[in-house]
């Protein structure tokens, strides 16, 4: 029974030993870790000669094992120059401190700085410490870190011993004050140039990133381009749009976003954002990431944002990467649900149009559909008309009015494709009627023998049987135009036989399409009601010459350029 006890009480202990804790594996008993500058211990870089800068401390230096690091931070303050290691011939090495420049101490998690002894060029030892007392080369105290400032002139410091323990209830823990970025929409400097209204082009976003305080913050565009502008009401602001419109802060390695506060701009708010993380409440983000997306879903102008920055810590979250689609196709592209994210591959794709303005939309086309791309870095940097496209593109849907667009995404300007040029798109020819239909939208179409009447300066019907279509030749503002035949358009209720159009056919409406004109030929013309005083027709050759009929090549007809076959 005695040797049942005996080897009861022994697995017990053993159980009870088991089941304490784990504590780690640290030395309780006090350390001391030297940065020895003249014999350069830690084998840190040195400036010697002219290249002083070499030796700056961009970086900690470190003394220690490595679960006891102690860290030795320099801080440029208000010098010129951080503080450097140095290398002369009548100091040998040693740290450089310059007037307005400090060094910070920082102990490991756990541990408390309880002495440092500094051994300077002078005896005199006059760096102000921030907590502790300093007395004859010494620090004594018991403080998580501690920083030494530099009032004075340049001092040269041989070494630094610091002495470590473990914290205990009465450690100093300085408090880390919050990091305040301002992104200020409203400053003439945020970013040049900016837009004198609206309207001007300017002033657009289509995908930029900006950076205050070490947080960027990256803005793309939405149902209309992002743009920061002035007008009287409101003053220079930041305009985003719905749809897809995002703004994406990242703070900087080792912090986390806790807040952003936004003003706005006259009468607008935030209340159609959604946030990646955290919660929105008015016209303020609360939360705790290293990086903040938001999506507008409706039109916001904004004064300024206000991001507060905080040590990361444990519960700080990531941001999202955002997920994109593979799409081996446009017609794989098209069939996807609005805002999805897609990584789509171009196989022999052509950029068959671009807007008159220049830089709202591009109109594309493969083998299996057609789509728009619309206020997108993509169209001022690199798309340009008859071009055949090889690669991807990172793009976010959007459908609307019965066309699917590819709009900006965060990761657009990563998209990679060659270019090279094409004498013409791919055209699909037939009837009206043939063409008509719903898997031809946003392509190149090509109709022969159909009749045109002209309902204004840039509008018409044309019709060929049963079957008739709107054509729309847009307007100087409108992101549909196609400017190739505006000079060739003739005046209201004339009149066009036998006309041979290629058009992109396009949605005007979820019931509806149009063709948008990029050349429009005619055999014969009959020409009524030109809508001038006298109902007389004019008809001039190019070189001015009064002509009593049509002729074949380009006529003249009462101001305007009319191509007959």
């Not at 005996?6 to 504590?23: D, E, G, H, K, R």
């Not at 939360?287 to 916001?300: I, M």
Request: hydrophobic residues 40%; charged residues 20%; proline residues 3%.
């Amino acid at each position: 029974m005695k040797r049942f006890l005996s080897l009861f009480a022994i697995v017990m202990m053993v159980v009870s030993v088991c089941a304490q804790p784990s504590q780690p594996l640290r030395d309780i008993k006090e350390m001391t870790y030297t940065f020895d500058f003249q014999n350069n211990n830690g084998n840190w870089p040195v400036g010697e000669g002219e290249n002083y800068a070499d030796g700056n401390l961009t970086a900690p230096l470190v003394a220690g094992p490595a679960d006891d690091q102690v860290l030795l931070t320099g801080i440029q303050g208000e010098s010129a120059n951080p503080p450097r290691i140095m290398n002369n011939t009548s100091r040998g090495i040693c740290l450089w401190v310059f007037k307005g420049t400090s060094i910070k101490l920082s102990a490991a998690e756990g541990r408390a700085i309880k002495k440092v002894e500094v051994t300077m060029q002078s005896n005199s030892f006059d760096l102000t410490a921030d907590n502790g007392e300093v007395a004859e080369g010494v620090w004594t105290g018991n403080a998580s870190e501690v920083t030494f400032t530099n009032a004075k002139g340049t001092r040269y410091i041989w070494q630094v011993k610091v002495t470590v323990t473990n914290m205990d209830d009465e450690t100093y823990v300085p408090v880390i004050q919050p990091i305040v970025a301002t992104f200020d929409f409203s400053s003439p400097d945020f970013r040049n140039p900016v837009g004198e209204k609206v309207a001007d082009p300017k002033g657009n976003i289509y995908n930029e990133t900006f950076e205050v305080e070490g947080v960027t913050l990256q803005i793309t565009s939405g149902s209309a381009a992002s743009k920061i502008y002035a007008d009287n009401n409101r003053g220079q602001n930041l305009v985003t749009y719905k749809e897809y419109a995002t703004l994406t802060f990242r703070a900087p390695e080792g912090k986390a976003i806790t807040s952003i506060e936004f003003t706005a701009a006259g009468n607008s708010n935030i209340n159609n954002f959604s946030a990646s993380s955290g919660a929105i409440e008015g016209m303020t983000w609360t939360g705790n990431a290293e990086g903040v997306r938001f999506t507008q879903g409706g039109t916001s102008y904004l004064a300024n944002a206000i991001v507060t920055l905080v040590n990361k810590d444990a519960e700080t979250a990531t941001l999202p990467a955002i997920e994109y689609v593979e799409c081996a196709n446009i017609a794989a592209f098209n069939a996807l649900e609005n805002g999805t994210y897609a990584k789509v591959t171009l196989s022999n794709a052509e950029i068959t149009g671009i807007s008159a303005d220049g830089f709202s939309t591009a109109w594309m086309q493969d083998a299996t559909g057609g789509c728009w791309i619309q206020y997108s870095s993509l169209i001022v940097k690199y798309l340009m008309e008859n071009t055949k496209l090889n690669g991807f593109f990172y793009v976010v849907k959007r459908a609307t009015s019965g066309n699917t667009q590819m709009k900006e995404a965060e990761d657009t300007p990563n998209s990679n494709f060659t270019a090279e040029p094409i004498g013409e798109p791919t055209m699909i020819e037939g009837t009206l009627a043939e063409v008509n239909v719903a898997e031809n939208l946003n392509r190149v179409v090509k109709i022969k023998n159909a009749s045109f009447v002209a309902t204004s300066a840039t509008a018409g019907t044309l019709t060929q049987g049963d079957a008739e279509i709107s054509v729309n030749n847009g307007n100087e503002t409108a992101n549909q135009q196609l400017h190739k035949i505006t000079d060739t358009w003739v005046k209201e209720e004339t009149t066009m036989e036998k006309v041979t159009i290629v058009a992109i056919l396009a949605a005007s409406s979820a019931t509806k399409n149009v063709l948008l004109p990029i050349s429009m030929v005619s055999q014969t013309v009959g020409i009524s009601n030109v809508g001038s005083d006298n109902n007389e027709v004019s008809i001039y050759s190019l070189q001015g010459l009064k002509l009593q009929q049509l002729q074949k090549g380009i006529n003249i007809v009462n101001g305007k350029k009319l191509v007959v076959k």
